[in-house]
């Protein structure tokens, strides 16, 4: 289990700036967590660890990628676990977009964009467990080509104005990207 990993995370959540309350008293729960858990970031720790993912946006802001989860049964951003290996947060969402997308060349935004806790039933051998859910963004090439994987059973360009039924921070997590593209210019 990767030292440097647990490190990177603990700094990357502590130096954050969040948006606003909610993400605030997030950010306050992952640091907790990983304070408590030197295992936090790993699937044995239970009933919460820490997951990575990505919200793939095109260059023109337009569209997103979404990935229709083969275990959920519901559209999201890409993301999963920590690996050995890994080394950063940053890194774990970047390596969970590309092999999820099937794009290799995705733009990963500086620092974490969104924090957010969900249930789910499906990890492991566990009924229910917490996923402390670190979101990035990246920014597709024009060019790029999607592919989906075994997780996914179906990756999809969606624009911004026609998106499938998707949960609440999913839409904010939409809105941030779009902000920060527009930002980049």
């Known amino acids: 289990m990767s030292g440097a990993l647990h490190a990177d995370a603990l700094a990357t959540l502590q130096a954050w700036t969040p ?16 304070v408590a858990h030197p295992d936090g970031l790993w699937r044995s720790c239970v009933p919460d660890h820490v997951t990575a993912g990505t919200l793939v946006i ?10 229709l989860h083969r275990k959920a049964q519901r559209w999201f951003h890409f993301g999963g676990h920590c690996e050995p290996g890994d080394t950063s947060l940053a ?3 970047a390596r969970e977009a590309r092999e999820e997308s099937g794009i290799a060349d995705l733009d990963l935004l500086p ?15 566990h009924d229910e ?4 859910d670190v979101r990035y963004l990246a920014v597709a090439p ?6 989906a994987s075994e997780e996914s059973l179906a990756v999809q360009w969606w624009p911004v104005d026609a998106l499938p039924d998707l ?8 809105a941030a990207a779009r902000h920060h593209v527009a930002l980049r210019g």
Not at 142 to 147: F, G, H
């Open 167 to 174: 949960e609440p921070e999913m839409l904010d997590l939409i």
């Open 129 to 132: 467990v917490h996923h402390l």
């Open 19 to 34: 948006p606003g309350p909610r993400q605030a008293a997030l950010q306050e729960r992952y640091v907790a967590h990983l």
């Open 58 to 67: 095109a260059e023109d802001a337009a569209h997103v990628l979404l990935n």
């Open 142 to 147: 024009a060019a790029a080509r999607e592919a």
């Open 91 to 93: 890194g774990v969402a």
């Open 111 to 125: 620092g974490p964009a969104q924090l957010d806790e969900h249930v789910v039933s499906f990890c492991g051998d």
